[in-house]
């Protein structure tokens, strides 16, 4: 099994809908994070969170909000879909006691029509 | 601000050579990470290798080597003895060791390897 897993692994959906992805983990780490990718951008970090209570922005998280519901658990919401947001999403974790190493999830192809 | 920079979109090797791919950083830190990360068509990000800035000797992990110039911020990576399941998409990625541990990424290469 996936040390991180999300699901869907992939989705379509519409314009205006909401839709949540979701993202679990077995490695115990503290740090979680949500990316995403388009072509020729790279990854650009959308929000991260260090433990449960702590929730904090990235570079592009307008349109997007987060809940961590436990440590092992950390959800990507957007409540208004639009076709923009089409793209690859990653979910990663990182433990601040090993060194910086992120471990990423398979990733979620999020297409909005 | 930390910028991460890959100025090759894209290259090929052929199977069983040596490539390298180019990474430039900018940062006013004096401790922090620099990582590699392998996208293969998969889409699963593997990590290929990793350098600690306070560590002079260039890291290694079997074919995968890193040329580290913490002085001219660069950061490239050396496949030798290419395979085709080397063909993937490159990332460059730094992360700083205190603060914030907010990871940046570069735009990414992709990698061909011809048979």
């Known amino acids: 099994d996936a040390d991180v897993t999300q699901t869907p692994r992939n989705r379509i959906t519409k314009t205006g809908k909401r839709i949540m992805l979701e993202c679990s983990q077995t490695k115990g780490h503290d740090r979680m994070y949500w990316y995403r990718q388009d072509p020729g951008l790279g990854l650009r970090l959308i929000y991260y969170?260090?433990?449960?209570?702590?929730?904090n922005k990235g570079e592009i998280s307008d349109g997007y909000s987060v809940s961590r519901q436990a440590q092992a658990k950390f959800s990507l919401s957007l409540e208004s879909a639009i076709p923009n947001q089409t793209a690859l999403y990653f979910c990663a974790t990182s433990d601040s006691t090993k060194q910086g190493i992120m471990h990423f999830g398979a990733g979620t192809r999020l297409s909005v029509l | 601000a930390q910028t991460v920079t890959q100025s090759q979109p894209e290259m090929s090797v052929q199977e069983a050579e040596t490539v390298t791919l180019s990474c430039t950083y900018d940062?006013?830190?004096?401790?922090?990470?620099l990582f590699w990360y392998k996208q293969p068509p998969s889409r699963q990000m593997i990590l290929v290798i990793r350098q600690e800035a306070y560590k002079q000797q260039n890291a290694t992990e079997n074919r995968f080597s890193v040329n580290f110039q913490k002085a001219a911020k660069s950061f490239s990576l050396k496949i030798s003895d290419s395979q085709l399941g080397d063909a993937a998409m490159y990332f460059c990625a730094y992360t700083q060791t205190s603060g914030t541990y907010k990871y940046i990424f570069g735009t990414g290469t992709r990698l061909k390897v011809l048979a």
């Open positions: 940062t006013s830190e004096s401790d922090y990470y």
């Open positions: 969170s260090f433990d449960v209570k702590d929730i």
